[in-house]
């Protein structure tokens, strides 16, 4: 397996892209938001809700996080992904606009919204998701002046998994680029 260079430069064009993907579906009426095309499905607003649960569990620990780090005056813009990191960014990120298995989600994920959704739960959903990944640009934007490699974040599921931030900005990222795809075949 090839390495895994990762720069915030790359990071912050890409999620910019979603940012402005969600910004598109927001506008889309209130059927296409909210029907799945099966049951066992999620309809776009649970995708997103999805990514807020995701990333909730995330902010805190980059905040932490970024308490450890020393400031660096100067870095190399491009940092390289370790092994096992790699291996599991790489199971998010969607390949040739395909995601490359479907995964159980865990209970704590799920996005549980109470039925019926109103114009109202649909509109806080989407608000949420643009505060968290706000706090995401600004966690990339941040890193740049620090030694990242002078802590790390657990991973959601658990220490099985533990990131630098480069890495765990990098498997967000793909986690939500992921979603996207998903997003696109609920849409079709």
Known sequence: MASLRITSE??????????????????????????????????????????????????????????KLPDVTSGSSEFKARWWQKVVIAGQRPKNGKRKWKMKTLKRFEPLLDQPLTQEKIDAVFETFYIRHAHLKEAILKSRSKDVTQAKVISAIGPIVNFYLPECFEFLLCHMERHMVQVDGILK
Do not use: C
């Open 10 to 67: 790359n990071q912050i064009q890409r999620l910019n892209q979603i940012m402005n993907k969600v910004q598109s579906l927001e506008e889309l009426d209130m059927a296409q938001l909210t029907t799945t095309p099966n049951a066992k499905s999620w309809n776009v607003v649970e995708v997103i809700q999805h990514l807020n649960i995701a990333y909730g569990i995330y902010m805190p620990r980059l905040d932490e996080a970024f308490t």
